[in-house]
Nanobody
């Protein structure tokens, strides 16, 4: 079983960067795909980026990449770095762990463990 805790949210200036951290405790972290989801008010939860146990990555914005995801299995941490944020990036950001492949990164139902979320607000 894993416990996940997100950090790094807060108020971000338009055009600014974001660095979110997901720290895990428990066993088996290295075997899980870790996905960052976000949910804006009134909208469905959506996948932002994920990284598999093997280190393969997926980004929702692959057509206009602004994000980098990385993991450190020794530290049981996944980082998500985003650049050039806009108001549309305002949301609660969650990290989640599941035993699935890249193709499952858009599906919240495939993640078994979730963090409590961290609010990101992009505003001047």
């Amino acid at each position: 079983q894993l416990q996940l805790v997100e950090s790094g949210g807060g108020l971000v200036q338009p055009g600014g960067p974001l660095r979110l951290s997901c720290e895990a405790s428990g066993f088996g972290f290295e075997d899980y795909t870790i996905t960052w989801f976000r949910q804006a008010p009134g909208k469905a939860r959506e996948g932002v980026s994920c990284i598999t146990a093997a280190g393969s990555t997926w980004y929702a914005d692959s057509g206009n990449p602004r994000s980098i995801i990385s993991r450190d299995n020794h530290k049981k941490t996944v980082l998500l770095q985003m650049a050039n944020l806009g108001p549309e990036d305002t949301a609660v950001y969650f990290c989640a762990a599941g035993r699935h492949l890249l193709s499952g990164c858009k599906e919240p139902r495939l993640s078994d463990y979730w963090g409590q979320g961290t609010q990101v607000t992009v505003s001047s």
